[in-house]
């Protein structure tokens, strides 16, 4: 069910960069998008009551491996978080590039290319 | 000893990259140097290691728990191409980029993108497929916007939205085969998957990896952004990114991740087939009537890309089908040879485009006209690749193609041969537009002054000529038990994968 | 550019300290507690970031240049990618924990965890002076308004 809700997320991220004219909100969308597949990847993770997954003094490993949360999706999402903040600051960087040229945020006006 | 060199295919393009910004702002040339000697040095170890099969876990990781990288027959050749191309590109822009300002930026961009896509053609782990690609695509987005006017700017705004998108569909992808065995290893990934049961979420997530993979490889329904991005990218950088990155990001990951981390099936089959086939007829029509020539080749990747999941996508429908086991080799063998003569001909295309632009400054063929005279040497790299793109027999581009229209043949489709052969007429056709526009005809009064493009331009188009020439000898019976055929054997082996993987480790 | 009122500086003058202090403290304890490299460059990078909403740009700039962070930016993936090879060069293994493996310290302690702590430092580094220049790159631009009463952004000077 939850993870249902992470692909509603993802459908309106999508919505969101297919048919918004603005080139910062196409921006935004991406990001929700980004966002939505990064919380599913920590649900995959979580177990109801776990702990943080962080080995602390005089606790075994198997008593350790009974109560923490999968940590394994928690450095993909890591990873992911920061290969999103590339993209989308690249993304706002062109994007103040292109206002800078065509002076307009609109993407209908953005078009030079045809063919 | 060997293993040895393995880490040096990432590392070193990634040391180049962050240490050209810190030396050469203020001696201009050592980017130059730097960028250079650093392709050419993975060129070499590429090469070293072509006969290497092995599994290779970073940090000393058991490969259940830590990230493994595997080099099989399809990854050493998919190496040895990028390294070639990287290196030809490198040596083309010491002079050719000379007219942008920052040049040590590009060469930083351009290393980290090699670094991406040595390392995705290499890692045996999905996760770290994904963080590979990543770094090859941003490195490419910004590399595509690196002239800063505005064609670029929109060109690569479009790429990155739609790049995005499918990077974040792969990731959904990965997400789902996590949750659906528990591993993020490919060979795990297949074994899991072998012994248990196949569930919806499966199919899901493959969906997802063909849509994904689709926008970075520029399948037809998804092809949109490359027209646009291709051509706005600096001369060397089309030829990269025609040429290597989306095979490498796009048709390599999807063909590895397809047949040997799920497995393929005679749905997943078809759907390549289907795929393939609208890619080369959508392309090259669309290809025809372009009088931009960039644009002109970058459709004409879009068709020749078509030609290569044609060929993969009907060896593994041959396969899972049970159909003759001879006929899908072939079938493989054409689309991954085809892969490989492609790199070499279109950034051969895309390099001589760059040098027609540096020396007459125009990219519309309406506006040339009989260079023939004054650029020899572009004209007669020009025809070759020409000749290669449309499948002229001397040149490699007849060879796989002609595998490919026989795999068809002997797999019972005849009616994708005739596809094949007809796409290739209207590809030999718009190229025949290109040479009579181009170079015959009479010079234009604009175009008098013009001069042969520079020393280190020419080495790098007579290099990949001569390699266009050259390439149809792989076929020979010593030469293609050695380098094409292991390539074939890797992705036919299909979940066979798994095992080759655990045994190896 | 001339920065907040005197509250806002005030309270920045103190503040900053405390911040890029705990930005290292997150980094170093990395392997024992949540935080690490990227979480601690992050927050440096906040406590630079903060400085210049309160001072202005020229005030940040003075205490640390472009091209220094330029230079932090590659020397820090550099750092990263030496420790990796350092691996390489003595143990055989790309990325191999040479330090951890030689000297094994005691569990939970500082020095417990052999090159992690030194790539800590490296991606703290590099996370930390790749946001700063993102931040004042992007903050070239302003939004003023013209004389027909529309918003307009302007770009003030030349990014590097």
């Known amino acids: ?115 | 000893m060997n293993t040895l060199l393995i880490p040096l295919l990432v590392a070193i393009p990634l040391g180049g990259a962050f240490f050209i910004p810190l030396v050469s702002r203020k001696v201009r040339v050592l980017a130059d140097i730097i960028g250079n000697l650093a392709t050419l040095s993975v060129l070499v170890i590429a090469v070293l290691l072509f006969q290497v099969r092995t599994v290779y876990s970073i940090g000393g990781w058991n490969a259940s728990v830590g990230i493994t990288w595997v080099l099989d027959g399809f990854s050493n050749l998919m190496l040895v191409i990028i390294c070639l191309i990287s290196f030809v590109a490198t040596l083309f822009s010491s002079q050719y980029m000379e007219r942008y300002t920052a040049k040590y930026k590009f060469y930083s961009l351009f290393l980290l993108m090699v670094a991406g896509m040595n390392g995705v053609v290499m890692t045996g782990d999905m996760f770290n497929l994904f963080v590979f690609l990543e770094i090859a695509s941003v490195a490419s987005y910004a590399l595509v916007a690196f002239g800063g006017n505005h064609e670029e700017l929109e060109a690569a705004f479009k790429y990155l939205v739609l790049a995005s998108i499918g990077s974040t569909l792969v990731l959904f992808g990965i997400a789902f085969i996590y949750g659906a065995t528990g591993y993020l290893n490919m060979a795990s990934i297949s074994q899991a998957i072998r012994t248990g049961p196949r569930t919806p979420i499966l199919t899901l997530a493959v969906v997802f990896f063909t849509v994904g993979f689709g926008i970075k490889a520029a399948l037809v329904p998804f092809h949109p952004w490359l027209p646009d991005a291709h051509p706005s990218a600096p001369a060397p950088i089309s030829a990269m990114l025609s040429g290597v990155l989306i095979k490498a990001l796009g048709i390599y990951a999807l063909t590895r991740v397809l047949f040997n981390v799920i497995g393929i099936t005679p749905i997943y089959g078809a759907v390549l087939i289907t795929i393939g086939a609208l890619s080369m007829v959508v392309g090259v029509f669309l290809a025809v009537g372009q009088w931009d020539f960039k644009r002109l080749l970058a459709y004409h990747s879009i068709s020749q890309m078509g030609y290569v999941v044609l060929g993969i996508g009907l060896g593994g429908y041959i396969l899972a089908s049970g159909g003759k086991q001879s006929a899908a080799m072939l079938a493989i063998l054409g689309g991954i040879f085809h892969l490989a003569n492609h790199s070499v001909f279109k950034s051969l295309l895309f390099l001589v485009s760059g040098s027609i632009e540096y020396s007459t400054g125009t990219r519309q063929l309406k506006e040339m006209g009989g260079l023939l005279e004054k650029m020899p040497l572009t004209r007669a790299t020009c025809t070759i690749a020409s000749l290669s793109i449309a499948g002229v027999p001397p040149f490699n581009g007849f060879w796989s193609k002609l595998i490919i229209i026989m795999a068809a043949f002997q797999g019972g489709y005849p009616w994708l041969a005739a596809l094949t052969i007809l796409v290739s007429f209207v590809t030999l056709l718009s190229f025949i537009k290109v040479l009579r526009y181009a170079f015959l005809g009479h010079l234009p009064e604009s175009l008098k002054a013009v001069r042969e493009s520079p020393a280190l331009m020419s080495i790098a188009l007579v290099v990949l000529a001569i390699f266009c020439t050259c390439m149809g000898l792989l076929l020979i019976p010593g030469a293609r038990e050695m380098i094409l055929d292991p390539a074939v054997g890797a992705l036919a082996n299909g979940v066979g994968y798994a095992q080759a993987v655990l045994a190896l480790r | 550019m001339n920065g907040m009122t005197v509250i806002v500086k005030t309270v920045t003058r103190w503040l900053k300290v405390f911040i890029f202090l705990y930005g290292i403290y997150i980094i170093i304890t990395g392997h024992l507690a949540p935080g690490g490299g990227f979480a601690g460059g992050v927050i440096i990078a906040c406590s630079y970031m903060l400085l210049t909403l309160a001072y202005g740009k020229e005030f940040t700039l003075k205490r640390l240049s472009l091209r220094a962070g330029h230079h932090l930016d590659s020397s820090g993936a550099l750092l990263f990618l030496v420790v990796a090879l350092f691996g390489l060069g003595s143990g055989g293994i790309f990325f191999a924990n040479v330090l951890q493996n030689r000297y094994p310290g005691a569990k939970f302690t500082l020095l417990s965890s052999g090159t992690i702590l030194i790539s800590n430092i490296a991606i703290g580094l590099k996370v930390a002076a790749s946001l700063f220049l993102i931040f004042i790159i992007l903050s070239v631009l302003r939004i003023v308004l013209v004389e027909d009463g529309s918003q307009k952004m302007i770009q003030e000077e030349e990014e590097e």
């Not at chain 1, 196409?26 to 776990?50: H, P, Q, S």
């Not at chain 1, 990873?79 to 706002?92: H, K, R």
């Not at chain 1, 103040?96 to 065509?102: A, G, H, I, Q, S």
């Open chain 1, 1 to 115: 069910m939850v993870y249902a809700l992470c692909f509603v997320l993802f459908v309106i991220g999508l919505y969101c960069t297919l048919t918004k004219k603005n080139i910062v909100k196409i921006v935004i969308g991406l990001t929700i998008m980004e966002y939505a597949v990064n919380l599913f990847l920590v649900l995959l993770g979580y177990r109801k009551d776990g702990v943080a997954p962080i080995v602390e003094e005089g606790a075994g490993p198997l008593e350790f491996l009974a109560r923490s949360v999968d940590p394994l999706p928690q450095a993909l999402v890591v990873t992911s978080i920061v290969i999103g903040l590339g993209v989308t600051t690249l993304a706002i960087a062109l994007c103040v590039r292109l206002y800078e040229k065509y002076g307009t945020f609109d993407i209908s006006e953005i078009r030079r290319l045809k063919g």
